[in-house]
């Protein structure tokens, strides 16, 4: 393997953010090598993705993926591993310089945990990872002098504003959402959303959970948690509004009353880039920003009544300790039976609020904490659904 590349390990290499950010590998194979790829269950795609970038490891989590691996690839040039255990031994690593963790949900924290005990850096996507344990992770990247680069647009919209800023003269953040599919629908409308709705969103292709959560705007909640953790500033400080078009991707306010914003297509390939290229800029082919194309920009607050997750995310963040693990597991269960057909797409709300007033809530919470109140919450959740 080349010493001068970078050594990448890719968390969720098969998921939306995880195929992109390969893209981006095959095309700047002189920056970058595969070191690390893994999948939850689909071993067919994680096949492909061997065959063609020979990573040292691959991790699956199924024992039929592990099975369907072992017999098809040449364990000389890939490991082939089987969970998540694995996955945290392997991001440690002496050869990886960044792991990019692009798996769904709050069973990115160990890994990412573990990586970052070993002092790499992270490119961080999965953000429900800060959702859980913001304060773990950001502490322990700060004694290991570790870099958490952003991928959630927003957040490297914010990161590349604060590029050569002092943090201290910012007097607020401002995360943009583009509203989801449902931004005109009226709240009587909501009980007749059915899930092939939910999953068509206007600007951006994603994955399922997230797509979901875009169109409660849970997802604008949570980043507004991951904001918080990022650039350490007080929830009062960072604003959420509507801007349909996805052009201007978030802003800072300076104390002196200069705003810098960073625009661009809605296109994850961007802060895929930023994220692995870092510090440095990549030279990649894209196609150039018309303010004459997009037209009208527009931009107006948030309705709270029709989303109240937004709200619950700024109550959630003030209260502190496990508070966000709960909201973060009661919507994990809530998103997967509404994706299942199990409940509404009001239910989701009604869920993930009755959840927080029945889980447990831990102060000053440690690892073992949150992975308490993450499965505790998620048992409890189930209950509920189980009675709607
Ligand atoms: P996807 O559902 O498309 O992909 C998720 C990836 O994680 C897949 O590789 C999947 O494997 C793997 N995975 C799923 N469940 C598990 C599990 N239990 N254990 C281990 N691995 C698992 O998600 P996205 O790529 O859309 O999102 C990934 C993360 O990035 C999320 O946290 C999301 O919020 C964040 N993000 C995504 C954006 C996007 O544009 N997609 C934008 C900004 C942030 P398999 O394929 O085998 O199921
Ligand atoms: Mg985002």
Redesign the pocket.
């Known amino acids: 393997m080349s010493k001068n590349k970078k050594h990448l390990a890719i968390?969720?290499?098969?998921?939306?953010?995880?195929t992109q950010a390969l893209s981006v590998v095959s095309q700047h194979s002189d920056l970058f090598q595969l070191f690390v790829i893994?999948?939850?269950?689909?071993h067919e795609?994680l096949y492909q993705q061997v065959k063609k970038f020979r990573p040292k490891h691959a991790v699956i989590?199924t024992k039929v993926g592990y099975e369907f691996l072992k017999k098809r690839v040449s364990l000389k040039e890939t490991t082939i591993s089987l969970g998540?255990e694995a996955l945290s031994q392997l991001v440690q690593c002496d050869e990886i310089d960044l792991v990019l963790t692009?798996?769904?949900?709050s069973?990115?924290l160990v890994p990412t945990i573990s990586a970052i005990s070993a002092n790499k850096n992270i490119a961080l996507?999965?953000?429900?990872t800060l959702v859980v344990g913001g304060e773990l992770i950001m502490s322990l990247a700060k004694s290991n002098g570790v870099k958490i680069l952003p991928?959630?647009?927003e957040h490297s919209a914010i990161f590349q504003c604060l590029v050569g800023e002092n943090i201290n003269s910012v007097n607020r953040l401002v995360l943009t959402a583009s509203g989801g599919p449902f931004l005109n629908l009226s709240k009587e409308n909501f009980k007749n959303i059915t899930v092939s709705q939910a999953l068509k969103h206007p600007n951006?292709s994603?994955?399922?959970?997230?797509t979901i959560?875009s169109s409660t705007l849970m997802?604008k909640g949570f980043e507004l948690i991951e904001a918080f953790w990022l650039f350490g500033l007080s929830e009062k400080k960072i604003d959420i509004i509507i801007h349909p078009e996805s052009i201007v991707h978030s802003l800072v306010e300076f104390v002196d009353g200069s705003t810098k914003a960073q625009l661009g297509w809605p296109d994850?390939t961007i802060p895929i880039l930023y994220a692995l290229g870092f510090p440095d800029r990549i030279n990649h082919p894209f196609k150039p920003l018309s303010l004459i194309d997009c037209q009208n920009l527009t931009f107006f607050k948030p309705d709270e009544f029709r989303f109240p997750h937004l709200q619950l995310a700024y109550s959630c963040l003030e209260k502190g300790g496990t508070a966000t693990c709960v909201l973060n597991a009661a919507n994990e269960i809530a998103v997967e039976a509404f994706l299942n057909k199990k409940i509404s797409f009001l239910n989701m709300f009604k869920l993930v609020e009755m959840s927080l007033e029945k889980s447990i809530f831990v102060n000053n919470p440690n690892l073992e904490d949150y992975l308490y109140a993450d499965s505790e919450t998620r048992k409890i959740t189930s209950e509920l659904i189980s009675k709607i």
């Open positions: 968390l969720g290499s098969t998921g939306s953010i995880g893994s999948a939850n269950s689909n795609l989590n998540m692009a798996v769904v949900g069973v990115g996507a999965n953000k429900e991928v959630d647009s951006w994603m994955g399922n959970k997230i959560d997802n994850m």
